[in-house]
């Protein structure tokens, strides 16, 4: 075994991880031999390739907005439920995340946001998806991708509260996969001596790791034709919502994406927009003063598709692209690792790089995408903060306005 993980990282100048290799026990040794294995060596060239890339022509894109969704309502709802009815459409929830920023070390998912009575962010997730099943009179599967961090957790609190009344047999579990940090010259870093400094791999890794873990075959033996995936944070968001999945599938388009429209031309979101010629997601920062302040005949503004992390992909088409090169981003973080004497230390400033994927780019291999407008009170209350903007405060009164009793 040495003799091959050596070979390895002497190819790719990183001998040092194997330095405290004489040290370690057997387990050890195969979690440092199986973390080594698992490395995508095209992480660091990728992120060159990414990094060095200039933006391409930026245009407008066409969806579909407010009115024209209300006047064709029933024709999109009938076509939606009878997909959701059929089976062809699964969920997939994006819940790898800690509650951090809210104060607490337990799985994002499990904070408790009721006022009056325990309602766990989970739990009102679970409501909001049991609403497209009575409309649809049909259960849709849930696939939960978790993290190495809060993996059991996450599924103990589930067996513990009954799954919130969904039916345990459409409930599964996967874990996202992990990419390893590096320093500023491109060396692995370790969180101790038998282990890599290991992060989730963002989340346009949910595929890859749904295939995996077995799911995407399983899947597909079921009949799913459609994946509605959506981040754990947005308490109010619709998911396997009839009228959405029939106007994506009316469309003929390969992916939909739920926006809210900006309020503002500084509005800090990411925005749905075309970058020569396909579907894409550019930040805030990266419209110029005219691009940010354009208006339609309308006087409403032009780039106005605020993402909200709702997505609906065709399965055949994330079959063919699941093995594009999706663009690697890099962040330039604090992270904990082990020094010289194998001391692990909380470093002060920035020290390293951690590399990750973003759906949005998957949407861009997909080729097209139906933007679909949403009431931001209605569907759009995201948890980021404990108080303040786009907060635990301003969740609940979103909540509240919407009928949920806290």
């Known amino acids: 075994m040495y003799g091959e993980l050596k070979e390895i990282l002497e190819a790719h100048g990183q001998l040092h991880v194997l330095k405290w290799w004489n040290e370690l026990d057997e387990a050890g040794r195969a979690r440092l031999a199986r973390q080594i294995g698992r490395i995508d060596w095209n992480l660091l060239s990728r992120a060159k390739e990414y990094s060095a890339k200039k933006r391409g022509t930026i245009a407008p894109i066409d969806g579909l907005d407010l009115e024209e969704i209300a006047a064709r309502r029933e024709e999109f709802f009938a076509t939606g439920r009878g997909a959701l009815r059929a089976g062809k459409v699964a969920c997939v929830l994006l819940a790898g995340g800690q509650g951090t920023r809210l104060g607490s070390d337990a799985p994002k998912g499990t904070y408790d946001i009721g006022v009056t009575k325990p309602l766990y962010i989970f739990e009102q997730l679970i409501r909001n998806l049991q609403r497209a099943v009575s409309l649809c009179g049909a259960y849709v599967p849930l696939y939960v991708m978790t993290s190495e961090e809060n993996d059991g957790a996450t599924r103990a609190f589930f067996k513990e509260h009954s799954f919130f009344g969904y039916p345990q047999e459409e409930v599964s579990f996967f874990r996202q996969e992990m990419a390893p940090a590096v320093d500023f010259n491109g060396k692995l870093l370790m969180s101790a001596k038998d282990s890599l400094a290991l992060s989730p791999n963002g989340n346009g890794g949910w595929y890859a790791s749904l295939v995996r873990a077995g799911l995407a075959d399983e899947a597909a033996r079921r009949g799913v034709e459609w994946y509605n995936v959506f981040a754990v944070d947005n308490v109010l968001q619709r998911m396997a919502d009839p009228v959405f999945v029939g106007a994506t599938i009316a ?156």
């Open 251 to 406: 469309s003929g388009r390969a992916t939909g994406a739920k926006f809210v429209r900006k309020a503002y031309p500084e509005e800090r979101v990411g925005v749905l927009c075309l970058e020569d010629g396909l579907p894409s997601v550019i930040e805030y920062y990266e419209l110029n003063e005219s691009m940010a302040n354009a208006r339609d005949g309308a006087g409403r503004l032009v780039y106005a598709c605020g993402m909200t992390l709702n997505y609906l992909f065709r399965a055949d088409v994330l079959r063919e692209i699941a093995s594009a090169r999706l663009p690697v981003h890099v962040a330039r973080k604090k992270v904990p690792c082990i020094d010289e004497m194998g001391v692990l230390t909380e470093p002060a400033a920035e020290n390293g790089c951690k590399f990750e994927t973003l759906i949005l780019d998957m949407i861009r291999c997909a080729g097209s995408c139906l933007p679909f407008e949403v009431e931001r009170e209605r569907e759009f209350a995201p948890i980021k903060n404990r108080t303040g903007a786009d907060s635990v405060d301003t969740a609940r009164a979103l909540l509240e306005k919407n009928g949920v009793q806290l």
